[in-house]
């Protein structure tokens, strides 16, 4: 696993997180397309982009013609001070921009 840490004007750190799995073990432990497809489909967005359902594919047989699949995360780690502080509308706009 790649761990990096970039600073953003001391008001958090990102770490991002890489991780190749195989792809049989990953669908088996993490993916429930029928319960992501409900939740998703709460969703504003739903139908909107290539990336959500409703799929004009099958999703778990594009999958099959692949072994692996590569895991990219990122966290953010806001700074004490930071978190705990109250924030009007403007900050709260300044700091979505960062």
Known sequence: MVEQ???????YKTRKFIKT???DEFIEKYVEISKMERYCSLCKNYGKSWECPPHTINVEDYWKHFNKIKI?????DYD????????????LNYIMAL
């Open 5 to 11: 840490y970039v600073s953003c004007k001391d008001v």
């Open 72 to 76: 990219i995360a990122v966290k953010l």
């Open 21 to 23: 799995l195989n792809l």
């Open 80 to 91: 004490d001070n930071f978190r705990n502080k109250s924030y009007n509308h403007e900050e």
